[in-house]
Structures are given as C-alpha cells and as structure tokens.
C-alpha cells in the first residue's frame, strides 16, 4: 500500500488562503484542507473519489472560517 | 548531508525503508493531524499523540518524566535505542517531539529528513497494521531545563543586547494583524510581537518537498535577520510547538551553542496584563 496521485492546490476559502492536499492510500482518498501558515489542518474527509473527498473536506473549512458576528 | 553542523542528527527517508525493521531503531510518527497516522504509516512505526502523549494533560507542560519513561519503554524504546521521528507538515510535531526526549537526555534521537509529506509523495510503502513492540524498561534522566525559555528568561532577555528573539509565526500573527491562524482557535487577548523580536517563520527552513535547506542558505536566513551564533537566543510561536522546529534547526544544523525553546510562547506573552507589546512589521 502507498499513496498515490499526491496532489496540492491552493484556493481561497471565506477570504483565507488553504492548502487543500489529496492522496489516495488503498481503495480511500484522502483529503486535508490546511491554512497556508503554518499549515495546520483545519478539515479532513475521506471518501471513495477524490472530488468528494475534496468536497467533504471543503465544506467543513468553510464552515469553521465562517466569520464570526 | 548540506554541511550541517550536526549532520547525524537526520535520516534520508531512503535510509528509513532500508532500516524499518532494525532491532535497534524504533520510528515514531508525531502528526499535527492525529489522525494521519491512521490513514497509513512506515511498517512497524508508533504513532505518538501530541495532544495527549507529549504534554502533561492536567497542567500546561512538557510531558512528565514518569509519562515519558511509559510512552517510550511501551514504544519498544530502551536507552540505547535509535528514535526516529517523522511527521506531517515539515516535521513539525517530529520536532516537538525530538526537543522533549533531548530535554529527558535521550542520546540517540533524529528526524527524518522531508517527514510524512516526502515518504508519502515520494510512493513509499504504508501499512495500517498496528506495531507490536516489545516494551522495554526506560529509565529518563532529570529533566534538562536548559534547553527551554520560561517567561521571566524571555522578560530579562528583552532587555539584552547579547539576546535575541526569533518569532516564527506568520507574518499576519507577528504583526498583530491576527491572533492565531484561521481554522485555529483563538487562544490570546492581544496581537503583536515581544518587542524587538525579529521574525522569521519556522516554515522559511524548509524546502517545498519537506526536506530542510542547506546549511548555507539557513545561515543566510538567520544571520541575514541578527540572529548569529555568538547570541543567546529565544525561539517562540504561538504555543511552542513551531519554535522547536526553529530551534532544532539553530541548535543541530547550525550549531548554535545557546539557543532555547520559550514554549510558553504568544499564549502566555499575550494573555498576560500590562505586558509589553509591538505591533506591525
């Protein structure tokens, strides 16, 4: 087992720039959405494809960066 | 490797799949994400929990000695052992981790050059098979305190001229622009910086696949700010996690004879009542 298709891009999510980095180990994707510095996580999902690994991971991010008023 | 002035003190992630299963080197994996170990990890490596494992759970401080002399003789790790440490992010946690067993006199510790981010990119094989070590008995020394900051050292250092202070946080957080990154919980009433701290964030000592820059180029980075061999210097961050990776890098691949780790860090600088307090670049 290794992890495959190692992949990071970087977007913004509510005005904040993160990292969302995706692999897939075995028969799951995973995926990290981590802000820019220090590239600590803020979300994580799992998931058979990678898109919805991506799109599990992404919404939770912006979830929790939503702006607090 | 890079003409470091500790070269021993790393291990190429080669030299890991070669020596994954010797008797006489133990691999522990120290995450940001707790949860990476459990996606897979290096065959026969134990996973160490930063939250829970490397700290005292009850009052804010490094792991005690009775904890560390568990968690490592259950690891399979005897006062001989080789400890390799890699993680996630640049080996930032692998560092925290690595600044704890030097400060409980453990001889042989290093880390993995590149960590989690450079096995996994580079395809080497992972496992979700739990280890099995064979616990040993670990007998740690007295705690070595010299090899940390605590709040009145980083008071007197503000005043010296032979002390220097790296803050390694984001440039957003030493401005004051923010009080912790986003995503991470608040956990400061003021922003800014220690006055007259230079900054220079932790990540600036690594290169894009994980590995860290040449001996050269990090005393370009450092020097070029102030920050030189013949200072007593303070790293710190946010909560002390960061600045062990910058003091690791000072104190074994520079070789900067007094350099020390203020883990009480912006968490409690920032939080404390009339303390002073720099804003802006």
Redesign the interface.
């Known amino acids: 087992?290794?992890?495959?298709a190692?992949r990071t891009i970087t977007q913004e999510i509510n005005g904040?720039k993160?990292n969302v980095t995706s692999?897939k180990?075995?028969e799951?994707f995973?995926c990290?959405v981590?802000?820019v510095?220090?590239?600590?996580?803020?979300?994580?999902a799992?998931a058979v494809t990678r898109g919805e690994a991506e799109k599990i991971a992404i919404e939770k991010?912006t979830e929790?960066?939503k702006p607090k008023n | 490797m890079a003409n470091y002035a500790n070269p021993d003190v790393l291990v190429s992630t080669d030299w890991v799949e070669q020596h994954k299963s010797d008797p006489k080197v133990v691999i522990a994996e120290v995450d940001v994400d707790t949860n990476a170990y459990n996606e897979g990890h290096v065959a026969g490596a134990v996973g160490w929990n930063w939250q829970t494992q490397l700290c005292d759970t009850v009052r804010r401080d490094v792991i005690g000695k009775a904890d560390l002399e568990k968690l490592l003789g259950s690891s399979g790790i005897g006062n001989d052992t080789m400890v390799v440490l890699y993680g996630d992010n640049n080996n930032w946690f692998a560092a925290w981790a690595l600044w704890q067993l030097k400060m409980y006199g453990h001889k042989d510790v290093r880390i993995m050059n590149g960590g989690r981010k450079k096995w996994l990119a580079e395809g080497r094989p992972l496992t979700k098979d739990a280890p099995a070590p064979k616990p040993k008995t670990y007998k740690a020394a007295e705690r070595n305190e010299s090899l940390r900051a605590y709040l009145r050292q980083v008071q007197d250092a503000m005043n010296s001229p032979r002390s220097v202070m790296v803050d390694v946080r984001s440039p957003d957080e030493f401005t004051g622009k923010i009080l912790s990154p986003p995503g991470l919980p608040e956990t400061c009433q003021r922003g800014g910086h220690i006055p007259g701290a230079k900054n220079i964030p932790w990540g600036k000592a690594c290169n894009e696949d994980g590995t860290f820059k040449s001996a050269d180029e990090l005393a370009a980075l450092y020097s070029g700010q102030g920050v030189t061999a013949d200072k007593n210097v303070i790293a710190y961050c946010r909560i002390g996690e960061r600045s062990s990776h910058t003091w690791f890098v000072l104190k074994y691949l520079l070789g900067y004879p007094n350099v020390v780790n203020y883990d009480g860090s912006w968490t409690e600088w920032g939080n404390l009542v009339n303390a002073p307090v720099e804003k802006g670049a």
């Open positions: 087992m290794k992890a495959e190692y904040f993160v692999y180990i075995g799951q995973y990290h981590t802000n510095d220090p590239d600590a996580t803020i979300s994580r799992e991010a929790r960066l």
